[in-house]
């Protein structure tokens, strides 16, 4: 489903090397976990798929089923089955949340052609979804993601993931901020959401997420370039010796 | 529709300040096109935008209403005074050579006369007023300079000359990487006719200056002040502005940043009592990208008039900049009032700009709190007002300065509040 | 985010270049506003009966007779211009534009087949063919400008937070429509006379109601009050005239809808509204003109008087030509607009929608006099390509517990400026005056500019004030993560504006509020992309 071909890439403005050669294969159902120390580049990563401007490749490619997204913009790419859940999700003053989940539900709809959701069918939609997050109702009409919390704004992350029926989801360090609770509420949602046909790309700093989200390959990111490949015992074995050993190995 | 521009008619304390200037005699040559741009132009009303709160022609006329007043200008009695901060080095500003001053300052006397036809502050004339009456009057001119990379721990005090009718003009600059803290001292009785005190402020990169005003002129004194500063890259500018005295008073305050990196920090404090218009016009024009700026007055009101008029300006191309303003007044009673006209007038769309003012009178919920705890009314009061100004001035930091300028204000609040 | 239908009714569409490269630079987003797409820049082609050019005592007769004017009129006029004549244009906006020359314009100009108000069925057919393309249908069945019909569902509804302004929807509005220099029809009348609500051209409540007229015209906005105000005292040709009896609640929206038409002609319409103890009615405007090379002058007046009790609500879109790209042509648009809250308990709002007009110079007024009276202001400010704005309001505090509401938002983009600037003071007998002021601007580009000048004048030491203001551009981390959901950028432009907006745009009633949002969406088309 997503091929990445010795990626680099590079911040825009200063030319600061990030990613130096990545090479990456995620197929259809599979749950693919990145870790690695901080700085390494794992939301430098994210944001290169999800096509954020602020980065430049400077040479490889990624292929989502067997195209070049390269030219595409954020919305091609979203409307193409890519979501990105963001570790920092941002606040849009004035945009009432609903407002916003049905704008992106229905263009993405209409660049893939097909109809655009009804109302009510489409509040349907989102109740059902709202309730299995424990989103409350009221949090829907507040303006997106304007005075939520940590766990909400997470919470309302997977909430627009389970809507927009995305094809390959890149989860940007949904553990962080989250306590326990809100960690399985979220783990649960993303679960839910497992398939044949859909791919996950996980990006965590600790072993703690992928309890809940179990990975059937985890790859360690380090200085711009996957080190090292496993399963999940990979996960664990990081958690418990830390990345140097890994770091050693592979130098 | 075609306009007349009419010739104004002078008025009388026109007629009369014009008369003092002639009067001068001295470096006659410098002075002269300055004169004649004031016979020209005579003094800005309110219909001058950047007097629009202060209409000097008005103010100053209803001040020298008759030749006894112009005849007081003779008249000084400055006491000898101590410096506001102790251990302070004193510059008078009509006689700098004679200070006996730290490693790497210098100060001389100088001939030249305020550049009052280079850029007028903003929205006013083609003359710059305050500028253009100092050179008509020949103010005492004084250069002092701070060698790059000199840490100058004494705080320089600049003192104008003995005697009301004092017009200083000082060009101070502070060397690359260079630190010094300067007094600006604003006493003594003063006259009606006004006094002009004009500084330039050249802060070279990486430097750091804090400049202080302390202007607590006699109730009868007019005066006309201008610090003008340019910030290098990386340089910081602390200013502290307390006013506590004056008939009228005008502070204008024009700082430019010229080098990314800049710092600028204005905090004030502007205690009115009755009888008294103090005006505060400050200007923060961010010239080139990456440089702060944060600005706070509290003005505490008790009478008479006050104007804060404060102006964040960013140039085309003065990316990511980040400038905050703010203006609070407390006013204490009906018989005063308080005019601010904070602006932002910005050409670069990366920016975080922003202002806020407030009026009114002290919190009555702080107040219930402090007398539920005991505390009487007017200790109550006090205390509030007290800890309006002290935020400002604590932000200064440095723990003598702060008690030094506290004590000042603790002085005016004793007496007039 | 919406249909891309073309809206009749008050839009101004911008082209799309296409050869702009797609680098998300804010400044190569930045786009020309292609006028010609400016939808109601046609011109109707109808024999018209014009005044020659100029300014001076015998237009103003000719005026006068055409309008059948009382003789106390005539008088007014004849010390208005008096007064005029010894008057200077104001200099101190910051709007850069040549002297206009006000011996060169028409003061008066009418359709031919009529000269004066109509019925419904002597109105030109042409002229009904104007109103229609710009989907005002001058038929009493149907609403106002060519939004949805009453039962139509839009995108308010799923959205709990956004009720339609209390009271405000009704579902019909009466129009009085004002061609140049004349009002050509006004709808709804007579249902409105049963409520005892008199709506009708101001040239025919001078004839019809001129005790109404004398003591409340100019009480707002004297004579003398300022260089166009008085212009327009001395010349005014039209307008609309509401007056609501007391305690009457106006059964229905009214609304004017201005149009100038002809060539080298000033609209200078007068607008009068009362609204006795007790009594509330909502009132909209909306305007536009021909796309014409050379600048048109619009200097209206507005004044508004709330008695006891009494509450106005006033809503203009306003859409007049802008110029094209290079700022060529336009209107000019200097407008008094000021409401008196003469009475206990009264309420003016004022909310402003400016997209139109090559220049704006408008503060729309409150003069709280009355005690515990209350004044809001709530404006949305777009200006694109070559546009100045220069527009505020105007809150003075002379009664007891007073209070008053700013929201301003500005947005600018393309080489325009977009200027506040807003008064906001507390007399001395003005006792627990209360003031909020939320004043943003938004830029988008860097050859715009967004500035910013409230006055804030307190001589009361129980007054509170409050003025915050803000300036900032639309962060590209928030147009990403729209984007990343799959709305384009330009609807994520959209998006994010109206958020930006939406404070005000819930003041507009609902027929506005709809319109608005696209309005505002179409006039930054092209300024990102």
């Known amino acids: 489903?997503?091929?990445?071909?010795?990626?680099?890439?590079?911040?825009?403005?200063?030319?600061?090397?990030?990613?130096?050669?990545?090479?990456?294969?995620?197929?259809?159902?599979?749950?693919?976990?990145?870790?690695?120390?901080?700085?390494?580049?794992?939301?430098?990563?994210?944001?290169?798929?999800?096509?954020?401007?602020?980065?430049?490749?400077?040479?490889?490619?990624?292929?989502?089923?067997?195209?070049?997204?390269?030219?595409?913009?954020?919305?091609?790419?979203?409307?193409?089955?890519?979501?990105?859940?963001?570790?920092?999700?941002?606040?849009?003053?004035?945009?009432?949340?609903?407002?916003?989940?049905?704008?992106?539900?229905?263009?993405?709809?209409?660049?893939?052609?097909?109809?655009?959701?009804?109302?009510?069918?489409?509040?349907?939609?989102?109740?059902?979804?709202?309730?299995?997050?424990?989103?409350?109702?009221?949090?829907?009409?507040?303006?997106?993601?304007?005075?939520?919390?940590?766990?909400?704004?997470?919470?309302?992350?997977?909430?627009?993931?389970?809507?927009?029926?995305?094809?390959?989801?890149?989860?940007?360090?949904?553990?962080?901020?989250?306590?326990?609770?809100?960690?399985?509420?979220?783990?649960?949602?993303?679960?839910?959401?497992?398939?044949?046909?859909?791919?996950?790309?996980?990006?965590?700093?600790y072993q703690r997420l992928l309890d809940y989200i179990v990975p059937d390959t985890v790859h360690v990111l380090y200085k711009g370039r996957i080190i090292k490949t496993g399963d999940k015992n990979l996960a664990l074995q990081l958690e418990n010796e830390g990345y140097a050993q890994i770091v050693d190995e592979a130098a | 529709m075609s306009v007349v521009t009419e010739l104004k008619t002078r008025t009388p304390a026109e007629t009369q300040l014009l008369q003092l200037a002639e009067a001068r005699g001295e470096n006659e040559n410098a002075r002269r096109p300055a004169i004649e741009a004031l016979r020209r132009d005579g003094l800005p009303t309110r219909k001058v935008e950047a007097w629009h709160y202060t209409d000097l022609r008005a103010l100053v006329g209803r001040r020298i209403k008759d030749d006894a007043a112009v005849a007081s200008l003779k008249a000084g009695d400055d006491a000898i005074l101590e410096p506001l901060l102790a251990n302070s080095v004193v510059i008078c500003l009509d006689d700098p050579v004679s200070a006996h001053l730290p490693d790497g300052v210098m100060a001389t006397s100088s001939s030249s006369v305020a550049d009052w036809q280079a850029s007028p502050n903003h929205l006013d004339r083609s003359i710059d007023t305050i500028r253009a009456l100092s050179a008509a009057f020949g103010a005492s001119s004084a250069k002092i300079a701070v060698s790059s990379k000199t840490s100058?721990?004494?705080?320089?005090?600049?003192?104008?000359?003995?005697?009301?009718?004092?017009?200083f003009y000082a060009q101070v600059s502070v060397g690359e990487g260079a630190s010094a803290t300067f007094v600006e001292r604003l006493e003594g009785d003063g006259s009606p006719a006004p006094s002009t005190g004009v500084s330039t402020l050249t802060i070279a990169d990486r430097a750091n200056v804090l400049w202080i005003v302390d202007q607590e002129k006699g109730a009868e004194a007019s005066h006309l002040g201008q610090l003008n500063v340019t910030i290098g890259a990386d340089a910081v500018f602390r200013l502290f502005v307390l006013n506590a005295g004056g008939g009228l008073v005008r502070y204008e305050v024009h700082a430019e940043t010229v080098g990314e990196g800049a710092d600028v920090q204005i905090r004030g404090a502007n205690l009115l009592k009755d009888g008294q218009h103090v005006d505060v016009t400050t200007t923060l024009n961010h010239r080139v990208p990456n440089t702060t700026a944060t600005e706070t007055f509290r003005n505490v009101v008790t009478g008479g008039h006050g104007v804060f008029q404060g102006m964040i300006k960013v140039a085309k191309g003065a990316q990511k900049t980040d400038a905050k303003m703010a203006c609070n007044s407390l006013l204490l009673s009906d018989e005063g009032d308080f005019s601010a006209k904070p602006e932002l007038e910005i050409f670069a769309d990366d920016v975080q700009c922003g202002h806020g003012a407030t009026a009114g009178e002290i919190d009555a919920d702080h107040l219930f709190y402090l007398m539920s705890r005991g505390i009487p009314e007017a200790t109550a009061r006090a205390l509030l007002v007290k800890a309006f100004l002290g935020e400002v001035v604590e932000e200064l930091e440095d723990e003598a300065i702060v008690e030094a300028l506290e004590a000042r204000i603790d002085t005016w609040l004793d007496t007039h509040a | 985010m919406r249909k891309r239908h073309p809206v009749p009714g008050l839009l101004i569409p911008v082209s799309m270049e296409t050869d702009m490269p797609a680098v998300q630079e804010t400044i190569d987003r930045v786009r020309k506003i292609d006028v010609d797409q400016y939808k109601y820049g046609f011109e109707t082609l109808i024999e018209m009966d014009v005044a020659p050019k100029g300014l001076n005592e015998d237009i103003i007769r000719l005026i006068s007779t055409k309008k059948n004017e009382p003789q106390w009129m005539l008088d007014w006029r004849l010390k208005a211009f008096e007064r005029w004549k010894t008057m200077e244009s104001p200099d101190w906006a910051r709007l850069d534009y040549p002297p206009i020359d006000f011996q060169d314009i028409h003061y008066y100009a009418a359709p031919k087949s009529m000269s004066g108000p109509a019925s419904l069925d002597e109105v030109d057919p042409e002229i009904l063919r104007t109103y229609e393309k710009l989907g005002i249908p001058l038929k009493e069945q149907e609403i106002l400008a060519g939004v949805r019909k009453a039962d139509e569902p839009s995108e308010f509804d799923d959205n709990s937070d956004t009720p339609p302004a209390e009271g405000s929807y009704s579902g019909?509005?009466?129009?009085?429509?004002?061609?140049?220099?004349?009002?050509?029809?006004?709808?709804?009348?007579?249902?409105?006379?049963?409520?005892?609500?008199?709506?009708?051209?101001?040239?025919e409540a001078i004839r019809e109601h001129p005790e109404l007229v004398q003591k409340y015209l100019g009480s707002v906005v004297p004579i003398s009050d300022n260089f166009f105000a008085t212009m327009n005292s001395a010349v005014f040709t039209d307008g609309s005239f509401v007056y609501v009896p007391k305690g009457v609640r106006c059964p229905m929206e009214l609304s004017t809808y201005f149009r100038i038409n002809e060539r080298n002609t000033g609209q200078f319409e007068r607008t009068l509204i009362i609204a006795d103890e007790g009594s509330y009615v909502s009132y909209l405007e909306g305007c536009t003109a021909p796309q014409r090379d050379e600048n048109q002058l619009h200097a209206a007046v507005v004044e508004l008087v709330a008695l006891g009790d009494a509450e106005i609500k006033y809503s203009t879109v306003q859409n007049w030509y802008p110029g094209d790209k290079d700022g060529k042509g336009g209107i000019y648009n200097f407008v008094t607009k000021r409401g008196d809250c003469r009475g206990a308990n009264s309420r003016i709002s004022w909310t402003q929608v400016e997209t139109g007009s090559a220049i704006t110079w408008k503060y729309p007024s409150c003069i709280l006099r009355g005690d515990n009276s209350r004044g809001e202001f709530y404006s949305i400010a777009v200006s694109n390509g070559r546009q100045q704005i220069d527009s505020g309001t105007k809150m003075i505090h002379l009664g007891k517990n007073t209070s008053s509401r700013i929201i301003s938002k500005g947005i600018s983009a393309g080489n325009s400026s977009n200027t506040y600037r807003g008064q906001v003071s507390a007399h001395r007998k003005a006792s627990n005056a209360r003031n909020f002021t939320q004043c943003d601007s938004l830029l988008i580009g860097e050859e715009c500019g967004a500035h910013t000048v409230p006055y804030i004048e307190s001589k009361n030491a129980t007054a509170q004030f409050e003025h915050e203001a803000t300036t900032s551009k639309i962060s590209e981390d928030q147009l990403f993560y729209c984007m990343q959901r799959g709305i384009p950028e330009e609807e994520a432009v959209a998006l994010i504006v109206n958020g930006f907006v939406k404070d005000v745009i819930q003041q507009l009633p609902m027929e506005f509020a709809v319109e608005a949002q696209k309005l505002i969406g179409i006039s930054l088309e092209g300024s990102v992309g």
């Open chain 3, 172 to 203: 019909r509005v009466a129009v009085d429509a004002v061609f140049d220099s004349v009002s050509v029809a006004t709808t709804f009348k007579k249902e409105l006379q049963k409520a005892g609500v008199i709506f009708m051209p101001i040239s």
């Open chain 2, 152 to 167: 100058v721990d004494t705080p320089i005090e600049l003192r104008p000359a003995a005697g009301s009718d004092s017009h």
């Open chain 1, 1 to 205: 489903m997503l091929e990445i071909k010795n990626l680099h890439a590079r911040v825009a403005d200063e030319g600061t090397e990030i990613l130096r050669g990545v090479n990456l294969t995620i197929e259809a159902g599979e749950v693919a976990a990145i870790m690695g120390p901080n700085g390494s580049g794992k939301s430098t990563l994210s944001y290169i798929l999800a096509g954020r401007e602020d980065y430049e490749v400077t040479e490889g490619d990624i292929l989502y089923n067997g195209e070049s997204v390269l030219e595409m913009d954020p919305a091609e790419r979203a409307a193409a089955g890519l979501f990105l859940a963001f570790q920092y999700p941002l606040e849009i003053p004035g945009v009432a949340t609903m407002t916003f989940l049905k704008t992106a539900l229905n263009a993405q709809r209409k660049a893939r052609g097909e109809a655009e959701l009804t109302t009510p069918d489409f509040m349907r939609k989102v109740k059902a979804s709202a309730e299995e997050l424990k989103i409350a109702p009221d949090m829907l009409k507040r303006p997106l993601n304007v005075g939520f919390s940590g766990g909400e704004k997470k919470r309302a992350e997977i909430l627009q993931m389970a809507l927009l029926e995305p094809k390959l989801c890149i989860m940007d360090e949904t553990d962080s901020g989250l306590d326990i609770d809100a960690l399985k509420i979220v783990s649960d949602g993303v679960n839910a959401l497992r398939s044949e046909e859909r791919a996950f790309l996980v990006i965590t700093h």
